[in-house]
C-alpha cells in the first residue's frame, strides 16, 4: 500500500500554515557586536583604527579572565573580527577588546543545543515510499519535533520513486532519527531561506542518480546529496547522522574534475551553519565527490559564509575534498575531524572575508584516483583576487603516512593568500608551501615538515625518513611518541674494549621533537602540558579528541532508533 507522508495531512495532525519568522542573523545593534555558535562565538567591532586588537574573556559568573587570539582588522570595512573558541553552551559571557588608544567590552551568550519542544509530530511506524513535506514552523521557544514512534523504527524507502525523502520548508524544525533510503535525488531537502532546522540522529543511504564524469558529458547526478540546502538558508545544524554509501559515484581525478554525490551540500548560506559529530563515510567505488561542500567558491557568501562550525566529524570517500568550505568564510571554524581518503582534505578558495579558523584536524590517506595513488594536498588555497583577501589561522593540525598527502598545501597561488600556520605535523614529501615571494603575507613557523621544497624562512623540525612519530593507534589516538629513533650518521670506534669494530651511522634515542615543540596560541592551546605545546592535534597527558557520532557519549547513549528496532 502506498502511503501518503505530505505533512499537511499526516495522518496524527492536521496543521495550519505558519507564517515564517524573520531570520535570526543578530543585526547590528551595538558596536562591537557577537554572534554565537553552540561552542564559539563570533566578535565584530567596527572602527578606523587599524593596528593590533586584544581580547581577553570570561564567563559572566566566573572569576578566571582568558587571553584570545588576536582579532583581525579587515580594512575593507574598518572592523576587527575573530573568534572564540571552545566555550560552553547556553553559557553567559563577557569581552574585553583593547588597542593602542581604545577599549570597549561586549556581553554575549552561546547558543542553547537544549532545544525546547512545542509540537511534536510522530511518523508511523514501518516503512513507506512516499515524500514526507514539513511545512509547519515552530518558534525559537517550541520547535516543532518530526520523529519516529517510540521503541520503534520509521523507514522511508523512496524505491527511487520519489526525488526527496524529506522535505523541510519550515523554521525551528528538528528532525529526529528516521532512516531515509533509495530517494531519487537528495534524501533531505531544506527549501531555501528556511532557518533554525536540526537535522539529527538520521540515517541516510542509497540516494541520488547515477550520474558520473561532467568531462564524459554527463551531468544529471552532480552533487545529489544526503543532505541539500537550498539558497538563502541560515542557522542549519546537523549533528549526529550516519550518511553513506550514495546510489551514483564521483569519477576520480583521472577522467577530469571530479563530478558525483555529497554528504552535505548548502548553496549560498547565510551563515550560522553547525555540522558537527557525523559519520559521512562511502566506499571507494561509491565516493563522493566533497563529503561537505556547496557554492559558490567564488564569492563573498559560500556554503559556510560566515559565523559556522565544522568540528568531531569522521569523513571518509571523497575523490575531490573531505571537506570543501569556500566562499566568505568569515568566521568559520573547522576543527577536531578525522579525514581519510580524499583528495583534499580541507578546501578554502578563496576565503574572500575570513578569519578562518582550521585546527586539531587528523588527515589520513589521500590519493589522486583509483589507479594514481599519489596523494592531493592537505589544504587547499588560492583564489581570484577579486575573491580574496581573508586570513586563514591553521593550528595544531596532523598529517599521517604512509599514503598521506603529498602537498601540504595546493599550489594555487595568489600574493593575496594569508596564511598563518602554526604547530602542526605536515608528514608530506612534497610542497610545503607555494613560493613565498607569491605570497608576502602568509606566515609558516613552528610546523613540522620532513618534504623536499626548499624552505623560504619557514623554520622546520627535522627527523630522519620513516621515523615513527606516533603511538600505536586503535581508537583514532595519534599521540606523538615519548621517544623516536634517531641516525648519528658516520662512523664511529666501538667503545667496548680492544675490539677494532667500528660502527657505522648509529641508531639512538632523542626526545620526539613533537613535544613540547610548539608556540603557545591564546585562545587554542592555553591548556597545554609540560613546557610548551605539543605539535599536532593531539596533547600527550590530555584526554584524546573522539570522532564520528558517538563521540563524547556513554556506551549506553547514542544509539538511533534506526539502530535500536
Known amino acids: ?101 581604545s577599549k570597549t567590552k561586549l556581553k554575549f551568550k552561546t547558543r542553547n543545543d537544549n532545544f525546547q519542544i512545542g509540537k511534536t509530530t510522530i511518523l508511523p511506524t514501518g516503512e513507506s515510499d512516499t515524500t514526507v513535506v514539513i511545512t509547519e514552523s515552530g518558534t525559537p521557544e517550541a520547535y516543532h519535533l518530526v520523529t519516529v514512534p517510540e521503541n520503534a523504527k520509521s523507514v522511508l524507502n523512496l524505491r527511487n520513486t520519489c526525488n526527496y525523502g524529506i522535505e523541510i520548508d519550515a523554521d525551528f524544525v528538528i528532525l529526529r532519527g528516521v532512516e531515509i533510503r533509495n530517494a531519487k535525488i537528495h534524501g533531505i531537502r531544506v527549501r531555501a531561506n528556511r532557518h533554525d532546522i536540526v537535522i539529527e540522529q538520521c540515517h ?23 543532505i541539500w540546502a537550498d539558497s538563502g538558508t541560515e542557522n542549519i545544524t546537523v549533528q549526529r547522522n550516519l550518511i553513506e554509501d550514495p546510489r551514483g559515484a564521483s569519477n576520480d ?54 559565523n559556522s562550525d565544522i568540528y568531531g566529524n569522521i569523513i571518509r570517500g571523497a575523490w575531490d575534498d573531505a571537506i570543501e568550505s569556500e566562499g ?28 578562518l579558523y582550521c585546527f586539531r584536524n587528523v588527515f589520513g590517506e589521500s590519493r589522486t584516483g583509483h589507479r594514481n595513488s599519489i596523494g592531493g594536498s592537505l589544504f587547499k588555497l588560492g583564489g581570484r583576487n577579486e575573491f580574496a583577501g581573508g586570513k586563514r589561522f591553521l593550528f595544531h593540525n596532523t598529517a599521517l603516512q604512509p599514503n598521506g598527502a603529498y602537498n601540504a598545501f595546493s599550489n594555487f597561488s595568489s600574493e593575496l593568500n594569508c596564511v598563518h600556520s602554526r604547530n602542526n605535523i605536515f608528514d608530506t614529501p612534497g610542497r610545503m608551501a607555494t613560493n613565498r615571494e607569491k605570497e608576502p603575507l602568509s606566515i609558516y613557523d613552528y610546523d613540522y615538515f620532513p618534504g623536499s621544497q626548499e624552505e623560504h624562512g619557514i623554520r622546520v623540525s627535522t627527523t630522519p625518513s620513516g621515523t615513527r612519530l606516533f603511538v600505536e593507534s586503535y581508537k583514532l589516538e595519534f599521540y606523538p611518541r ?52 605539543d605539535a599536532g592535534a593531539f596533547e600527550v597527558g590530555a584526554p584524546p579528541l573522539q570522532f564520528g557520532r558517538r563521540a563524547y557519549l556513554g556506551y549506553d547513549e547514542g544509539w538511533c532508533p534506526w539502530e535500536k528496532f
Open 328 to 355: 566568505a568564510n568569515m568566521n568559520v571554524r573547522i576543527w577536531g575531524n578525522y579525514l581519510h581518503r580524499f583528495f583534499n582534505g580541507i578546501a578554502s578558495a578563496c576565503t574572500s572575508r575570513g578569519p
Open 1 to 101: 500500500m502506498r502511503l501518503s507522508f505530505h505533512i499537511t495531512i499526516l495522518f496524527l495532525a492536521v496543521f495550519s500554515f505558519v507564517e515564517l519568522f524573520g531570520q535570526t542573523t543578530q543585526e547590528k545593534p551595538l558596536n562591537p557586536f557577537a554572534v554565537s555558535t553552540y561552542e564559539c562565538s563570533s566578535i565584530y567591532w567596527e572602527t578606523p583604527e587599524a593596528g593590533i586588537c586584544k581580547i581577553r574573556y570570561k564567563e559572566v559568573l566566573g572569576n578566571s579572565w582568558k587571553e584570545g587570539l588576536e582579532l583581525v582588522y579587515d580594512a575593507r570595512d574598518s572592523e576587527y573580527r575573530g573568534s572564540l573558541v571552545g566555550l560552553a553552551p547556553n553559557t553567559e559571557y563577557q569581552a574585553e577588546l583593547s588597542t593602542a588608544s
Open 253 to 306: 581525478w583521472e577522467t577530469g574534475h571530479p563530478s558525483g554525490p555529497q554528504g552535505v551540500t548548502i548553496i549560498q548560506s547565510r551563515g550560522g551553519n553547525v555540522i558537527r559529530y557525523n559519520d559521512i563515510v562511502t566506499t571507494e567505488d561509491h565516493g563522493f565527490n566533497d563529503a561537505i561542500g556547496g557554492a559558490n567558491n567564488f564569492s563573498f557568501e559560500g556554503n559556510m559564509n560566515r
Open 482 to 533: 615519548v621517544n623516536i629513533i634517531s641516525i648519528n650518521w658516520g662512523v664511529q670506534p666501538n667503545k667496548f674494549g680492544d675490539l677494532k669494530v667500528k660502527v657505522t651511522d648509529p641508531l639512538g634515542w632523542v626526545k620526539n621533537p613533537m613535544i613540547d615543540g610548539g608556540v603557545v596560541i591564546p585562545g587554542f592551546n592555553d591548556d597545554f602540558k609540560g613546557s610548551a605545546p
Open 204 to 226: 541516510l543511504a542509497f540516494w541520488g542518480r547515477m550520474g558520473g564524469p561532467i568531462s564524459y558529458g554527463n551531468f544529471d547526478g552532480n552533487s545529489d546529496s544526503g
